[in-house]
């Protein structure tokens, strides 16, 4: 995969950077398109082709990690993409209400209604909240009902499920809307009309995600706010900025217990 095969997919998809092209899970095509970028970049520095950075055995094992499905979950880096990239500074999260929006300065109300014009020309779902940044210092303006986990996840529970509790490394069943901090919607299992499934405790979520579904009882449905430290790897070889949130509307559908099962000299996980 080079340069032009990834540029080209990025103009698919309007033009909108990789940052912006995310939700719960991560692709397999986003890994490679990363693994091209990192080689293409040390030849331009060296001013010479060379030998690749990475080769096609070791892409080809990042996919086979990240998973060949389009939804392709993973909870860290490759090491060969991260290793000796320096780490991005993190910011402070507040969680405000609505009332509290009259301790905001002038700039900061400027930078409310900003962003809340984005949201309403995106179409925001009722009770979307609000995004207030200055530099890596994220304010989250939202409505009565969200809480704060002592990770640092934001949530709000619409409804609470009647089910068991996800156990252990038991497959999750869930449809979700994924969100930017703008309310554009970045990915959606119903606009595929197809209900979402990985297992939890194998590192395939986001790590904020898995921790919200981890809460939550069959039926119940959430609004997730996921902070960067709890998001998807950053830095310069994955795409994804320090700064990013994203919002999720998910409903946990049901679990499914899991079992190993051998098959002569090979072995796989069935989930019924």
Sequence with gaps: MNMERCMAASTRHGGRSATSLR????TAHRIACAASRET???HQEFGSPGAPVLSR???FVMLQTAGAASLAPMASPPQALSQGLPAEPRGTTQLLSKADMAALTPTQRQLYEYNHRLQVSNGAPAGFPGFVREGYDMRVIAEEGFQTTPEGLIYKDYEA???ELPQGEQQV???YTAYNEAAGVIDSSYR???IAKTRLGIGSLIPGFEMGLKTMRVGGK???VVPPE???PVGPATFFSAKQFEVFDVELRGTQNCRRRQTGFFSDVVCE
């Design 23 to 26: 939700g719960p899970l991560i």
């Design 40 to 42: 293409s970049s040390r």
């Design 57 to 59: 055995r070791q892409i």
């Design 161 to 163: 499920g009647t089910g």
């Design 173 to 175: 069943l869930f449809d």
């Design 192 to 194: 595929k009309n197809a």
């Design 222 to 224: 959430r609004r997730i």
């Design 230 to 232: 709890l998001g998807p």
